[in-house]
T-cell receptor
Protein backbone atom coordinates (compact mmCIF):
# COMPACT_ATOMS: atom_id res chain seq x y z
CA UNK A 1 0.00 0.00 0.00
CA UNK A 2 1.52 3.32 -1.01
CA UNK A 3 2.12 5.86 1.73
CA UNK A 4 1.24 9.52 1.82
CA UNK A 5 2.88 11.35 -1.05
CA UNK A 6 3.64 15.03 -1.21
CA UNK A 7 4.69 17.06 -4.21
CA UNK A 8 6.91 18.80 -4.78
CA UNK A 9 9.48 17.73 -2.23
CA UNK A 10 11.43 20.98 -2.49
CA UNK A 11 10.38 24.44 -3.54
CA UNK A 12 12.08 27.82 -3.69
CA UNK A 13 9.99 30.96 -4.00
CA UNK A 14 10.49 34.68 -3.49
CA UNK A 15 8.63 37.00 -1.18
CA UNK A 16 5.23 38.04 -2.46
CA UNK A 17 4.72 34.99 -4.62
CA UNK A 18 2.16 32.31 -3.96
CA UNK A 19 2.65 28.57 -3.75
CA UNK A 20 0.51 25.43 -3.95
CA UNK A 21 1.51 22.18 -2.29
CA UNK A 22 -0.12 18.85 -3.00
CA UNK A 23 -0.83 15.82 -0.85
CA UNK A 24 -2.13 12.42 -1.90
CA UNK A 25 -3.37 10.40 1.08
CA UNK A 26 -3.16 6.68 1.54
CA UNK A 27 -5.83 4.94 -0.50
CA UNK A 28 -9.07 4.78 1.46
CA UNK A 29 -8.11 7.53 3.89
CA UNK A 30 -10.66 10.31 4.07
CA UNK A 31 -9.06 12.83 6.39
CA UNK A 32 -6.07 14.98 5.48
CA UNK A 33 -4.29 17.30 7.89
CA UNK A 34 -1.53 19.81 7.27
CA UNK A 35 1.23 20.87 9.64
CA UNK A 36 4.00 23.46 9.44
CA UNK A 37 7.36 22.61 10.96
CA UNK A 38 9.94 25.32 11.66
CA UNK A 39 12.97 25.39 13.97
CA UNK A 40 11.49 28.25 15.96
CA UNK A 41 7.85 27.25 16.29
CA UNK A 42 8.11 23.49 15.97
CA UNK A 43 5.21 21.51 14.56
CA UNK A 44 2.01 23.49 14.27
CA UNK A 45 -1.37 22.36 13.02
CA UNK A 46 -2.63 24.26 9.99
CA UNK A 47 -5.95 22.64 9.07
CA UNK A 48 -7.76 19.38 8.50
CA UNK A 49 -10.06 18.38 5.69
CA UNK A 50 -12.63 15.64 5.58
CA UNK A 51 -15.04 14.98 2.72
CA UNK A 52 -13.96 18.16 0.98
CA UNK A 53 -14.79 20.28 4.04
CA UNK A 54 -12.45 22.02 6.40
CA UNK A 55 -13.16 20.47 9.78
CA UNK A 56 -10.45 21.97 11.97
CA UNK A 57 -8.28 25.03 11.66
CA UNK A 58 -5.17 26.17 13.47
CA UNK A 59 -3.99 29.69 14.24
CA UNK A 60 -2.62 30.81 10.92
CA UNK A 61 -3.42 33.91 8.89
CA UNK A 62 -5.83 33.80 5.97
CA UNK A 63 -2.91 33.66 3.54
CA UNK A 64 -2.87 29.94 4.31
CA UNK A 65 -5.71 28.05 2.72
CA UNK A 66 -6.45 24.57 1.57
CA UNK A 67 -8.93 22.36 -0.13
CA UNK A 68 -9.74 18.72 -0.60
CA UNK A 69 -10.98 17.03 -3.71
CA UNK A 70 -13.52 14.24 -4.07
CA UNK A 71 -10.72 11.67 -4.29
CA UNK A 72 -9.40 12.93 -0.90
CA UNK A 73 -6.31 14.52 -2.43
CA UNK A 74 -5.59 17.84 -0.82
CA UNK A 75 -3.79 21.02 -1.71
CA UNK A 76 -2.67 23.88 0.44
CA UNK A 77 -1.97 27.34 -0.84
CA UNK A 78 0.05 30.14 0.66
CA UNK A 79 -0.37 33.56 -0.89
CA UNK A 80 1.88 36.60 -0.57
CA UNK A 81 4.77 34.58 0.76
CA UNK A 82 6.85 35.93 3.63
CA UNK A 83 10.33 34.91 4.71
CA UNK A 84 8.83 33.34 7.83
CA UNK A 85 6.83 30.92 5.72
CA UNK A 86 10.02 28.97 5.02
CA UNK A 87 9.31 25.61 6.60
CA UNK A 88 8.74 21.93 6.13
CA UNK A 89 5.05 21.40 5.36
CA UNK A 90 3.82 17.98 6.40
CA UNK A 91 0.65 16.30 5.31
CA UNK A 92 -0.96 13.47 7.23
CA UNK A 93 -3.87 11.23 6.34
CA UNK A 94 -6.12 9.01 8.41
CA UNK A 95 -9.08 6.71 8.01
CA UNK A 96 -11.10 8.87 10.38
CA UNK A 97 -12.51 5.76 12.01
CA UNK A 98 -12.63 7.75 15.24
CA UNK A 99 -10.87 7.47 18.56
CA UNK A 100 -8.92 4.36 19.26
CA UNK A 101 -8.60 3.19 15.70
CA UNK A 102 -7.59 6.46 14.16
CA UNK A 103 -3.97 7.08 13.37
CA UNK A 104 -2.34 9.72 11.27
CA UNK A 105 0.23 8.68 8.69
CA UNK A 106 2.63 11.39 7.65
CA UNK A 107 4.17 12.12 4.29
CA UNK A 108 7.83 13.12 3.83
CA UNK A 109 6.96 16.79 3.60
CA UNK A 110 7.56 19.65 1.20
CA UNK A 111 10.51 21.87 2.05
CA UNK A 112 9.58 25.45 1.14
CA UNK A 113 12.26 28.12 1.07
CA UNK A 114 11.24 31.74 0.65
CA UNK A 115 13.97 34.13 -0.50
CA UNK B 1 -5.30 25.35 26.42
CA UNK B 2 -3.67 22.10 25.52
CA UNK B 3 0.12 22.05 25.58
CA UNK B 4 2.97 19.60 25.57
CA UNK B 5 6.38 20.15 27.12
CA UNK B 6 9.49 18.21 26.28
CA UNK B 7 12.08 19.59 28.70
CA UNK B 8 15.10 18.06 27.01
CA UNK B 9 16.05 19.64 23.69
CA UNK B 10 19.01 17.37 23.09
CA UNK B 11 20.05 14.06 24.67
CA UNK B 12 23.18 12.06 24.03
CA UNK B 13 23.52 8.41 25.01
CA UNK B 14 25.92 5.59 24.27
CA UNK B 15 24.78 2.69 22.18
CA UNK B 16 23.39 -0.02 24.45
CA UNK B 17 22.48 2.40 27.22
CA UNK B 18 18.92 2.87 28.41
CA UNK B 19 16.90 5.88 27.34
CA UNK B 20 14.11 7.95 28.82
CA UNK B 21 12.62 10.95 27.02
CA UNK B 22 10.37 13.15 29.07
CA UNK B 23 6.99 14.52 28.10
CA UNK B 24 4.57 16.53 30.22
CA UNK B 25 1.16 17.61 29.01
CA UNK B 26 -1.43 20.11 30.08
CA UNK B 27 -4.97 19.14 29.26
CA UNK B 28 -8.32 19.47 30.97
CA UNK B 29 -9.92 16.25 29.80
CA UNK B 30 -8.70 12.75 29.16
CA UNK B 31 -5.86 13.10 26.68
CA UNK B 32 -4.88 10.92 23.80
CA UNK B 33 -1.07 10.79 23.81
CA UNK B 34 1.40 9.90 21.11
CA UNK B 35 5.10 9.59 20.49
CA UNK B 36 6.43 10.14 16.98
CA UNK B 37 9.94 9.83 15.59
CA UNK B 38 11.39 11.85 12.74
CA UNK B 39 14.59 10.88 10.98
CA UNK B 40 16.46 13.54 8.97
CA UNK B 41 14.61 14.46 5.80
CA UNK B 42 11.69 12.23 6.68
CA UNK B 43 8.14 12.62 7.84
CA UNK B 44 6.89 11.49 11.23
CA UNK B 45 6.45 7.86 12.17
CA UNK B 46 4.18 6.82 15.02
CA UNK B 47 6.01 4.90 17.75
CA UNK B 48 3.11 4.35 20.13
CA UNK B 49 -0.10 5.82 21.43
CA UNK B 50 -2.15 5.85 24.62
CA UNK B 51 -5.89 6.21 24.66
CA UNK B 52 -7.02 4.41 27.81
CA UNK B 53 -6.54 1.25 29.82
CA UNK B 54 -3.13 -0.11 30.71
CA UNK B 55 -0.87 2.82 31.49
CA UNK B 56 2.21 1.08 30.08
CA UNK B 57 2.04 0.92 26.32
CA UNK B 58 4.34 -0.92 23.98
CA UNK B 59 5.32 0.45 20.63
CA UNK B 60 7.44 -0.35 17.64
CA UNK B 61 11.24 -0.62 17.61
CA UNK B 62 11.34 -1.73 21.25
CA UNK B 63 9.96 1.51 22.69
CA UNK B 64 7.47 1.78 25.52
CA UNK B 65 5.85 4.66 27.35
CA UNK B 66 4.10 5.04 30.68
CA UNK B 67 1.13 7.31 31.26
CA UNK B 68 1.10 8.86 34.73
CA UNK B 69 -1.99 10.96 35.24
CA UNK B 70 -0.86 12.25 38.66
CA UNK B 71 2.30 13.67 37.08
CA UNK B 72 0.74 14.62 33.74
CA UNK B 73 3.55 12.74 32.10
CA UNK B 74 3.99 10.30 29.25
CA UNK B 75 7.69 9.41 29.18
CA UNK B 76 9.20 7.31 26.43
CA UNK B 77 11.67 4.58 27.31
CA UNK B 78 13.90 2.05 25.65
CA UNK B 79 16.10 -0.40 27.59
CA UNK B 80 18.94 -0.51 25.06
CA UNK B 81 19.48 2.13 22.42
CA UNK B 82 20.75 1.32 18.94
CA UNK B 83 22.70 3.73 16.72
CA UNK B 84 19.73 3.74 14.32
CA UNK B 85 17.56 5.31 17.03
CA UNK B 86 19.30 8.65 16.50
CA UNK B 87 16.51 10.97 15.41
CA UNK B 88 14.14 13.60 16.74
CA UNK B 89 11.30 12.49 18.96
CA UNK B 90 8.02 14.30 19.39
CA UNK B 91 5.37 13.87 22.02
CA UNK B 92 1.84 14.91 21.00
CA UNK B 93 -1.60 15.21 22.56
CA UNK B 94 -5.08 15.47 21.18
CA UNK B 95 -8.58 15.44 22.57
CA UNK B 96 -10.70 12.34 22.66
CA UNK B 97 -12.36 11.20 19.46
CA UNK B 98 -10.71 13.85 17.33
CA UNK B 99 -7.21 12.67 16.79
CA UNK B 100 -6.56 14.70 13.67
CA UNK B 101 -5.50 17.90 15.42
CA UNK B 102 -2.30 17.00 17.14
CA UNK B 103 -0.56 19.40 19.53
CA UNK B 104 3.14 18.65 19.46
CA UNK B 105 5.95 19.25 21.89
CA UNK B 106 9.09 20.97 20.69
CA UNK B 107 10.92 17.70 20.24
CA UNK B 108 14.00 16.01 21.69
CA UNK B 109 16.95 15.33 19.46
CA UNK B 110 18.63 12.03 20.33
CA UNK B 111 22.26 11.48 19.51
CA UNK B 112 23.76 7.99 19.91
CA UNK B 113 27.48 7.42 20.33
CA UNK B 114 29.05 4.04 19.49
Amino acid sequence: KAGVTQTPRYLIKTRGQQVTLSCSPISGHRSVSWYQQTPGQGLQFLFEYFSETQRNKGNFPGRFSGRQFSNSRSEMNVSTLELGDSALYLCASSLDAGGLYNEQFFGPGTRLTVL
Amino acid sequence: AQSVTQPDIHITVSEGASLELRCNYSYGATPYLFWYVQSPGQGLQLLLKYFSGDTLVQGIKGFEAEFKRSQSSFNLRKPSVHWSDAAEYFCAVTRSYNTDKLIFGTGTRLQVFP
